[in-house]
């Protein structure tokens, strides 16, 4: 159980557009999601946790009018970089779950967003 | 100073052996304690989670938690070739869910 799907693996795309990133609790409904970006070699980094039919919460430092969250749905959450940047470039991890069911917090695959 | 602190390594280590990891931390909340193991640009996958101090086993897989000192650990028997990755310790409190994770620790195990 608790399987956390997230697509695209990987996307490049060019300075200045956006792109958006699905993640999906396939098996259970989630009514909170936590996005987390990691750059190479460093550790996890919280950047908002999503929360569904209402405004994410984002961490100190994280520009919520660029990285736009959405969980319109128990089981969808969605995280959209806008207007990207080189600097966006990384890896960007969802998560979800809980303690209830026993499986704890269940990491989606990740995506690797590069721009250029 | 860090919520958690984890030794980043490199760590190798040759097969068969018996691996320690370790991770402290300073918040007196944290009651769920949890190890991932993270491949190369793939996400972090859980390996073990454990509620308040004890030990827990399984498979070739150890974690303790020694909540008196603030210190986990991770210990593996028997390294494989395929036990090599990053390894994460992450911390969260009773009530909340935001999870505190450590640098990770990069493990080699050489056949």
């Known amino acids: 159980g608790a399987v956390v799907s997230q697509h695209p693996s990987w996307v490049i795309c060019k300075s200045g557009t956006s792109v958006k990133i699905e993640c999906r609790s396939l098996?259970?409904?989630?009514?909170?999601m936590f996005w987390y970006r990691q750059f190479p070699k460093q550790s996890l980094m919280l950047m908002a946790t999503?929360?569904?039919?209402?405004?994410?919460?984002?961490e100190q430092g994280v520009e919520k009018d660029k990285f736009l969250i959405n969980h319109a749905s128990l089981t969808l959450s969605t995280l959209t970089v806008t207007s990207a940047h080189p600097e966006d470039s990384s890896f960007y991890i969802c998560s979800a779950g809980g303690w209830a069911g026993g499986h704890g917090y269940t990491f989606g695959s990740g995506t690797r967003l590069t721009v250029v | 100073q860090k919520e958690v602190e984890q030794d980043p390594g490199p760590l190798s280590v040759p097969e068969g052996a018996i691996v320690s990891l370790n991770c402290t931390y300073s918040?007196?909340?944290?009651?769920?304690f949890m190890w991932y193991r993270q491949y190369s640009r793939k996400g972090p996958e859980l390996l073990m989670y454990?509620?308040?101090?004890g030990n827990k086993e399984d498979g070739r897989f150890t974690a303790q938690v020694d909540k008196s000192s603030k210190y986990i650990s991770l210990f593996i028997r028997d390294s494989q070739p395929s036990d090599s990755a990053t390894y994460l310790c992450a911390m969260s409190s009773r009530t909340g869910n935001q999870f505190y994770f450590g640098t990770g620790t990069s493990l080699t195990v050489i056949p």
């Open positions: 098996d259970f409904q989630a009514t909170t």
């Open positions: 918040n007196s909340a944290f009651q769920y």
């Open positions: 454990t509620y308040s101090s």
């Open positions: 999503s929360n569904e039919g209402s405004k994410a919460t984002y």
